[in-house]
């Protein structure tokens, strides 16, 4: 079965602009997490849906939202972009609430200039 | 919140020899204790997990111990291999995953020739 997919694979934006990005789960799956990962903080929680609800909420601003949909894709935007927040974004979804079994898409490389 | 640390950030090991990575957690109310490996450029992937009613699994090479009472959880990778060369992340879930997973920062795991 398909994977996890991730589009775009790799974003440079503006400081101060936003951005969408998107994350297709493994078909079935019901859970989509997102985290941020970097050289210096390494991978950070974000936030994660469950049927179209956030279940869970990482420790991130308010600049950083989500929604899912209800075919389980989900989108993260980011908006006022700076340029801390240049990193790789990850998704991962999983059968079930919580972070259990999670399958990782292979992120969205987002550069901030 | 919970936290981990993650030992060694690199390790170099004989292929063929073993490699061992030790994590510790902060927050006893922690159940769920995933492993993931990420090569260079691709996506974390889950390689064993164990949850806190077990003390050890074991999936072919790998292998995974936790100690509840210390708060920590180590593994093992037996007759390393070229292709076991990534770095390799723990990471702990607290109940409810409220917060996500808490990753450590991971290890370099390099297999010399």
């Known amino acids: 079965k398909a994977g996890v997919t991730q589009t775009p694979r790799y974003l440079i934006k503006t400081r101060g602009q936003q951005v969408t990005l998107s994350c297709s789960p493994i078909?079935?799956?019901?859970?989509v997490s997102w985290y941020q990962q970097t050289p210096g903080q390494g991978l950070q929680f974000l936030f994660e849906?469950?049927?179209?609800?956030?279940?869970n909420k990482g420790n991130f601003p308010g600049r950083f939202s989500g929604r899912q949909f209800s075919n389980s894709r989900s989108e993260m935007n980011v908006s006022t972009l700076e340029l801390g927040d240049s990193a790789l974004y990850l998704c991962a979804s999983s059968s079930r609430q919580g972070a259990y079994g999670y399958t990782f898409g292979s992120g969205t490389r987002l550069t901030v200039v | 919140g919970e936290n981990v640390e993650q030992h060694p950030s690199t390790l170099s090991v004989q292929e063929g020899d073993s490699a061992v990575i030790k994590c510790t957690y902060s927050d006893s109310a922690s159940n769920y204790f995933p492993w993931y490996k990420q090569e260079l450029g691709k996506r974390p992937q889950l390689i064993i997990d164990?949850?806190?009613?077990?003390g050890e699994k074991k999936d072919q090479r790998i292998a995974v111990t936790l100690n509840k009472t210390a708060k920590h959880f180590s593994l093992h990778i037996t007759e390393t291999q070229p292709e076991d060369s990534a770095v390799y992340f723990c990471?702990?879930?607290?109940?409810?995953?409220?917060?996500?997973?808490?990753f450590g920062k991971g290890t370099h795991l390099i297999i010399q020739p």
């Open positions: 990471a702990a879930l607290t109940g409810g995953g409220a917060d996500g997973l808490t």
């Open positions: 849906y469950f049927s179209e609800t956030q279940r």
């Open positions: 164990i949850r806190s009613n077990v």
């Open positions: 078909s079935g799956h019901r859970s």
